[in-house]
């Protein structure tokens, strides 16, 4: 069964990562995409489509 992961970006493109959307698509993995202010209702949408959820992090350099 392949996967089906929901990358969450908690601030409106702050965090995209799309590398690891290409890495995950590559590997085989269904992806999808979106930012908190798509709303909750997208986020719980694609729960209901199966969609395991991964919140993206910004990760700060020193």
Known sequence: ???R???IDPFAGAARMPDLAAALKNAGAD???LDIAQGYDAVLDALE???MPVVLKVMQRS
């Open 5 to 7: 992961i929901l990358l």
């Open 1 to 3: 069964m392949k996967k």
């Open 49 to 51: 489509d199966g969609f």
């Open 31 to 33: 992806v999808r995409e």
